[in-house]
């Protein structure tokens, strides 16, 4: 962590970042990993409680992230050119924001130093969801309106 710049990430587009500066860039707030209902009528997201059966509930993190494709294979890998398309990602993702001209939030580690200030203020998903294996049908999960 010591080799990246503070801010590296401002005035810069997602496609000038280098691979440590782009992995440097999650929070770590686990969203992504959560499962989304799509309404195919009218095409409105819902979010549930329902997260990958790979993600450590408590840690907001990928069980085995190298080798996830081998037990998650269609975990997406965000990329510069395809983190807009994605409408299921949280409007507060990094990616999203930096690939929208933003700033990270006060609460991101990298702004506020503290990997657990995300936790703390309610911006990740820790200890509010649990595993797929453990849940059942999807659509007894609904908890809200995504977005
Ligand atoms: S939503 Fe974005 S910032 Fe949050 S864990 Fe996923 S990739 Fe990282
Ligand atoms: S495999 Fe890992 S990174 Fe992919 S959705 Fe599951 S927990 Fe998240």
Redesign the pocket.
């Known amino acids: 962590m010591s080799a990246l710049k503070p801010f590296y990430w401002r005035g810069k587009s997602l496609e000038e970042l280098s691979k440590t500066e782009w992995e440097a ?9 959560t499962y989304k209902l799509e309404d195919t009528e009218t095409g409105e997201l819902y979010q549930t409680n329902v997260c990958c059966k790979l993600l450590d509930t408590h840690a ?1 993190q990928c069980a085995d992230y190298k080798n996830r494709k081998k037990y998650v294979s269609d975990c997406v890998q ?1 990329k510069p050119e395809n983190v807009l398309s994605f409408d299921w ?2 409007p ?5 924001r930096v690939a929208k001209g933003k700033d990270l939030p006060k609460w991101h580690y990298l702004v506020c130093g503290d990997r657990q200030r995300i936790h703390e203020v309610g911006k990740s998903v820790q200890d509010k969801v649990l595993s797929e294996e453990n849940a059942g049908p999807l659509d007894q999960h609904i908890i809200a309106r995504f977005k």
């Not at 860039?25 to 990993?33: M, V």
């Not at 507060?92 to 999203?96: E, G, I, K, Q």
Request: aromatic share 6%; hydrophobic share 30%.
């Open positions: 860039l999650c929070d770590g707030c686990g969203k992504c990993c907001c965000l990602l949280p507060t993702c990094a990616y999203v």
